[in-house]
């Protein structure tokens, strides 16, 4: 894993270099959530969502985002990687407008999933998230994705629902979600 993202952070230097159409950025994450009860602890959670991606020309790119969550109790952890290509359909003065369409691969360890705790589970999800970028200078850009539109496919393996042991669930689910709980914020620097 460290060759990996030693490697890709070579490959995103060399081509900053090279051309100013490329931007880095993503977003981090932690949390803390405590329940009043006896013998409740607090538990910590954090996500890194690092990105990188390329300018074609001021309507389309092209990027990957990829990352980790986690908490610091019970070991829920997940990996995810996210290709997508953008297209900026509204252009205002220093805000543009967007989609994003691609395809999500998460793999996720000790989680609660769709009502269902999996020791093992996997998600691929296919479809749209809109966005908006407001563009703070010419390098600085903050960026916020609200909501997603499209298909998910989770297989659970190794669960427990309702006290019972699931070795293998699927569940297939078409979404149309837009709410304030499904908002993410990032930071880009464009080169």
């Known amino acids: 894993m460290k060759k990996f993202f030693m490697t890709l952070v070579a490959a995103v230097a060399v081509a900053a270099s090279a051309n100013a159409q490329v931007y880095v950025g993503g977003g981090i994450g932690i949390g803390s959530t405590k329940v009043d009860a006896d013998g409740a602890e607090a538990v910590t959670s954090y996500k890194l969502i690092p990105e990188v991606g390329y300018n074609f020309n001021d309507k389309w790119a092209a990027g990957v985002a990829f990352g980790w969550k986690g908490v610091n109790k019970g070991g ?10 953008r297209y900026t359909f ?4 220093h805000v543009n407008v967007f989609v994003d369409g691609g395809v999500a691969y998460e793999h996720d360890n000790n989680q609660t999933l769709e009502g269902v705790y999996a020791k093992s589970a996997n998600a691929l ?3 749209f998230r809109p ?3 407001v563009n703070l200078n010419d390098k600085v850009s903050f960026v ?9 496919h989770l297989k659970i393996r190794d669960g427990i629902a309702n006290g019972f042991a699931i070795e293998d669930m699927k569940v297939n689910s078409w979404n149309a979600d837009v709410d304030g709980n499904n908002i993410t914020f990032g930071v880009y620097y464009n080169f």
């Open 131 to 133: 966005g908006v970028a």
């Open 144 to 152: 916020a994705h609200v909501g997603f539109f499209g298909y998910t």
């Open 76 to 85: 829920a952890r997940s990996v995810f990687v996210n290709p997508y290509a």
């Open 125 to 127: 999800s296919v479809g």
């Open 90 to 93: 509204v252009k205002f003065n």
